[in-house]
């Protein structure tokens, strides 16, 4: 996406069907982290386009994201670096909540905000030549972009502690074995099982694919009365849903359901 003040496009948009592929498209800066690519997925997923059911996001060149571009990085004043990492929060947060089942193709660097993105989507799939690394410390500075959180819970504070004291990178393998990919596939394997995997959740019942994204993680911060409570409450919502309606008719008639 570029806007008219902007020379330098650093995403574009593809569109096939109800499933739309972000490609993050600055490979010579290996998608570096920058507040162009920010502000483009704000504006895709504060108003995405009208009949998209699923989204993917890949890096072109071979590189999902290396984080932050640091000829591009400024030096802030504290009020204004809180609002800069809050904004990517918002942001992140728009990613993961905004209802919309998300796939990111992580292929290369998946690094700082990279992997901040990474941990914001639904759905991990990594090749080989993947890195996973969170190298603040080595810079001097420190996440900003919501990996304390997202990616701590992944894979728990005192692993995090350690992979940033160290700079230690972990491959797809192991990626896999910390959650921070939910598949590990060949070269050149990512996009095909991303796509698959895009048809599979958008045929879904919308409203059903929503309380996933929003419920479960949500969930997950209460305590165990609650979490149950509101679980009941998204059972009940959803099963009396025209999703649930059609579900039923179609096991019923014994064909495959179309909620939309």
């Not at 901040?116 to 759905?123: G, K, L, N």
């Amino acid at each position: 996406m570029q806007d008219a003040g902007r020379a330098e496009q650093v995403t574009r948009v593809e569109i096939d069907g109800d499933i739309a592929t972000i490609v993050f498209d600055r490979p010579e800066k290996r998608n570096a982290m920058s507040d162009a690519l920010v502000a483009d997925l704000d504006a895709f997923f504060s108003r995405p386009p009208e009949g998209v059911n699923a989204v993917i996001l890949r890096g072109e060149g071979g590189h999902f994201c290396a984080g932050l571009d640091l000829a591009e990085h400024e030096q802030r004043a504290p009020i204004e670096g809180v609002y800069h990492s809050r904004n990517w929060h918002r942001v992140s947060e728009l990613i993961e909540y905004g209802g919309l089942p998300v796939i990111s193709v992580l292929t290369g660097a998946v690094i700082g905000g990279g992997l901040e993105i990474a941990c914001a989507t639904h759905v991990r799939i990594a090749e080989p030549s993947v890195r996973f690394q969170l190298p603040e410390g080595m810079r001097g500075i420190f996440v900003g972009g919501g990996a304390s959180v997202r990616v701590g819970r992944i894979i728990g504070p005192d692993r995090m502690r350690e992979m940033m004291l160290t700079g230690r990178n972990y491959g797809a393998a192991e990626g896999l074995s910390l959650g921070l990919a939910h598949y590990s596939v060949g070269e050149g394997e990512a996009y095909a099982l991303a796509q698959k995997l895009a048809r599979k959740i958008a045929d879904n019942a919308p409203f059903s694919n929503y309380l996933m994204i929003n419920a479960i993680p949500r969930i997950n911060d209460m305590s165990r009365g609650d979490g149950l409570f509101t679980e009941s409450l998204a059972a009940a919502m959803s099963q009396t849903s025209d999703g649930a309606k059609e579900g039923l008719r179609a096991f019923l008639e014994k064909r495959e359901p179309k909620f939309r």
